[in-house]
C-alpha cells in the first residue's frame, strides 16, 4: 500500500511587493512578477465558489469518483482548486454541495492536492 503524505495546513505564498496571495507553490508572484515572496500560512476557512461533480474520475483520482471538485474562495480572497470530501445537512456533499457552502481546509494529499470538508 502506497504511503500517502499529508499536509495538515494550508500554505502558500504572500508577495511582499504588491500583497497578493496565492496557494500555488510559486517562485514569483503571478500578480506583478515580483520575487519577494514570502511563505503565507492560510487559516483553512473558506467556501464554495464553484465546482462540478465529477462522476468519472481520471487516473489516480478515478477510485475517488464521484467526487466533488470546486474552486473554494479562503476567507483570505484568494481562490484554490480542491476535492470536497464529507457529508453536509446529512447527505454526501455530492448531493448536498452548493454555492458559498462554507469548507475547512482538511488535508493536502502529495497526489491529489488541496482536500476540504464542509465547515
Ligand atoms: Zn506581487
Request: proline letters at 5%; hydrophobic letters at 35%.
Given at each position: ?9 494550508l500554505t502558500g505564498k504572500k ?6 496571495e496565492a496557494t500555488d ?15 503565507k500560512?492560510f ?35 484568494a ?41
Amino acid at each position: 500500500m502506497a504511503e500517502i503524505m499529508e499536509a495538515h495546513s494550508l500554505t502558500g505564498k504572500k508577495c511582499k511587493s504588491c500583497g497578493f496571495e496565492a496557494t500555488d507553490p510559486v517562485v514569483s508572484c503571478t500578480n506583478c512578477g515580483s520575487e519577494e515572496v514570502e511563505v503565507k500560512t492560510f487559516s483553512g476557512k473558506g467556501k464554495v465558489y464553484t465546482y462540478t461533480v465529477v462522476h468519472v474520475g481520471f487516473g489516480h483520482l478515478a477510485p475517488k469518483a464521484p467526487y466533488v471538485l470546486a474552486v473554494v474562495e479562503l476567507e483570505e480572497g484568494a481562490k484554490t482548486m480542491s476535492i470536497i470530501e464529507g457529508e453536509y445537512q446529512g447527505k454526501p456533499v455530492t448531493e448536498s454541495i452548493a454555492i458559498d457552502m462554507p469548507v475547512l481546509f482538511d488535508r493536502t494529499e502529495t497526489s491529489t492536492g488541496f482536500i476540504f470538508k464542509p465547515a
